[in-house]
């Protein structure tokens, strides 16, 4: 996890911390979708990150909007999994592991277009 996470910090605090900040609508936005995982500890920061991102990318894909209204989103949905491998690659020995995990599961995350029946 980053060399600056300390015993008792949180995903909360550790997203209050981000350097260099976030503009200021895509921050909101990040803390509304991390809001589950908030009192996490600091060190589940890249899991958390993945989650959540995994989630609003179903949201997205499963709404099958395609409009601009779903920028912001996609843009939260990038920066988390930035997030959460920036913050995983100081542990370079579970890295590729997570990378593999973390494709798998995006790749497996059903398009708004796909059949139903």
Request: charged share 20%; with cysteine.
């Amino acid at each position: 996890m980053s060399a600056l996470a300390a015993e008792g910090r949180t995903v909360r605090d550790w997203l209050a911390a981000v350097t260099p900040p976030p503009p200021a609508s895509l921050a909101a936005r990040l803390a509304a979708v991390l809001a589950p995982h908030a009192d996490r500890p600091e060190s589940d920061v890249p899991a958390c990150c993945l989650e959540a991102g995994e989630a609003l990318l179903e949201e997205i894909l499963s709404s099958g909007s395609t409009s601009r209204d779903t920028a912001l989103d996609l843009l939260t949905v990038d920066a988390l999994v930035t997030y959460a491998f920036q913050e995983a690659s100081g542990d370079a020995s579970t890295l590729e592991a997570r990378a593999e995990r973390a494709m798998a599961r995006i790749a497996a995350i059903p398009s708004g277009d796909a059949p139903h029946g």
